[in-house]
T-cell receptor, first 108, second 115 residues
Framework: EDQVTQSPEALRLQEGESSSLNCSYT??????LFWYRQDPGKGPEFLFT???AGEEKEKERLKATLTKKESFLHITAPKPEDSATYLC?????????FGGGTRLMVKP | GAVVSQHPSWVICKSGTSVKIECRSL??????MFWYRQFPKQSLMLMAT?????????EQGVEKDKFLINHASLTLSTLTVTSAHPEDSSFYIC???????????FGPGTRLTVL
């Protein structure tokens, strides 16, 4: 059974304080690892897809990396508008298995 | 980018009534759509997989007679919550799988409140 665990559950940062979110996974035949951002009362917004260990992708202040067991979402010099829940999901077929998410709060 | 819409955005209904939620892929065709439910401060839980022209596949514990899914075209899937009860109150989110890839694009969600 595919499993995804995200840590920490919640993270409070000061504006400009860089940090990383962790996503540990077990899956048979990884087809992709996905990161989404979700704001309260809205659907998940696609950020990145990673397909193989060693792959990295960047978008503005976010950088996602992947190993065979986990993925990290690095946030560099975050701003208050980066506050959201970040979801990690894995796919072994067409279906996604989500982690519990990390609620990020960035204070000015 | 791929856009998925849901209608309505929110709905309040009385216990015992049925509610239909629509999910549309606006700029691409989706042979497969998914329906999720999300309770406050929890992650998304897959309810069912909807395939165009065939019966939906439901996850364990999801009542197929209560949550009716119809995927009549490559751009539209509907979820009907029948005889809704207060415990069905939740945030329902759909996603659509683009042709030729395994990336899911999510709708904005529908907030259902059953009184």
């Amino acid at each position: 059974e595919d499993q995804v665990t995200q840590s920490p559950e919640a993270l409070r940062l000061q504006e400009g304080e860089s940090s990383s979110l962790n996503c540990s996974y077990t899956v048979s035949g990884l087809r992709g690892l996905f990161w989404y951002r979700q704001d309260p009362g809205k659907g998940p917004e696609f950020l990145f897809t990673l397909y193989s260990a060693g792959e990295e992708k960047e978008k503005e202040r976010l950088k996602a990396t992947l190993t065979k067991k986990e993925s990290f979402l690095h946030i560099t010099a975050p701003k208050p508008e980066d506050s959201a829940t970040y979801l990690c999901a894995v796919s072994a077929g067409n279906m996604l298995t989500f982690g519990g998410g990390t609620r990020l709060m960035v204070k000015p | 980018g791929a856009v998925v819409s849901q209608h309505p955005s929110w709905v309040i209904c009385k216990s015992g009534t049925s509610v239909k939620i629509e999910c549309r892929s606006l700029d691409f065709q989706a042979t497969t759509m998914f329906w999720y439910r999300q309770f406050p401060k929890q992650s998304l839980m897959l309810m069912a997989t909807s395939n165009e022209g065939s019966k939906a596949t439901y996850e364990q514990g999801v009542e197929k007679d209560k949550f009716l899914i119809n995927h009549a075209s490559l751009t539209l899937s509907t979820l009907t919550v029948t005889s809704a009860h207060p415990e069905d109150s939740s945030f329902y989110i759909c996603s659509a799988l683009g042709l030729g890839n395994n990336e899911q694009f999510f709708g904005p969600g529908t907030r259902l409140t059953v009184l």
